[in-house]
């Protein structure tokens, strides 16, 4: 009987393919540590210069579930209110990958106690299907040995208000809705990029010197699709170590850890599903390793807490 749904959802991801490739974006459940993945107006807004590499093993325990890995980093320039970022990202989904290069720039007007930044990115996309994986369980039937690939360029945009103790972004990404070209089209029929909207906000409260607290939420939806909404919150001690929850209204829950000795970032998050799938796999993992670069420029800058 699991075999039997480990094939049904795998073909599920293979027929939906143009569904899936043009109107899901790779996930994460440690957005806030790499953050511009969601949003390009934030790119520069550290007082340091992120350097972020994470991987994504979702259902763990079904051959040829989702796989996420990203690369990332960003930082500002000039006198600062530039910021610049690149994140480089592979999402892999049994026989059919997702890979892209994001270059993001920023512009960030500074206000008395805050900030607002705008922010652009430009996103090239490249899809794969290898035919030569598209076969059924216990049986010898293959489809083809084609590997069929199509790039599309893209772009984002967002905007992103900030201050010492509070953030609030909103950002769109596939903005031209570019189509496959014609290889892919032939195999999966018409395949139209479709806008990814997201919404965050969040508070940062000082308890006391060694304790701080962060309730945070991101909305994102697509055109004509349903709203999905993430509703965390951290607990940070002595700006070195932090743990928390996020709560997905797709019946799902993470579980959120991670600590920063000098520049060494490490984080880890544990997500588990109150669906059927849950009853199936293991769980989702997700491992974050970074550094956080000192600017030698040595600026003030607004922002609370050094991720």
Not at 6 to 21: A, M, P
Not at 133 to 139: I, P, V
Not at 207 to 219: A, F, K, M, T, Y
Request: overall charge negative; glycine content about 8%.
């Amino acid at each position: 009987m699991i075999q039997l749904f480990k094939i049904f959802i795998l073909s599920f991801f293979v027929l939906n393919f143009s569904d899936l490739k043009s109107q899901q974006s790779p996930m994460y459940s440690q957005y806030m540590f790499n953050d511009i993945a969601i949003n390009p107006a934030l790119a520069g807004s550290t007082p340091y210069f992120p350097v972020r590499a994470s991987a994504r093993n979702q259902w763990s325990g079904f051959e040829g579930a989702p796989q996420t890995t990203t690369l990332s980093s960003h930082g500002s320039i000039l006198d600062g209110n530039i910021g610049i970022g690149a994140l480089l990202f592979q999402d892999e989904t049994g026989p059919v990958s997702q890979t892209g290069v994001q270059l993001a720039y920023s512009y960030h007007i500074e206000f008395y106690n805050s900030a607002l930044s705008l922010g652009l990115a430009g996103i090239g996309y490249n899809y794969s299907l290898k035919e030569n994986e598209l076969e059924f369980h216990q049986t010898e039937t293959q489809i083809g040995n084609m590997t069929y690939n199509s790039f599309v360029p893209d772009a984002a945009f967002g905007l992103y208000y900030y201050s010492e103790n509070f953030y609030l972004g909103a950002s769109v990404y596939q903005l031209f809705q570019n189509t496959f070209r014609e290889s892919i089209r032939d195999v999966f029929g018409e395949n139209k990029g479709v806008r990814h909207y997201f919404l965050s906000a969040g508070l940062i409260q000082e308890i006391n010197q060694g304790l701080s607290l962060e309730p945070s939420v991101l909305i994102k939806t697509i055109d004509a699709g349903p709203l999905q909404a993430d509703f965390n919150f951290k607990v940070f001690f002595n700006n070195s170590f932090w743990t928390g929850a996020s709560f997905r209204t797709d019946k799902s829950a993470i579980a959120l850890l991670g600590f920063q000795v000098g520049v060494l970032h490490i984080s880890y998050a544990f997500d588990y599903s109150f669906t059927s799938i849950g009853q199936y796999s293991s769980g989702t993992h997700e491992i974050s390793v970074g550094l956080n670069l000192p600017d030698p420029r040595n600026r003030r800058h607004i922002y609370y807490w050094n991720y």
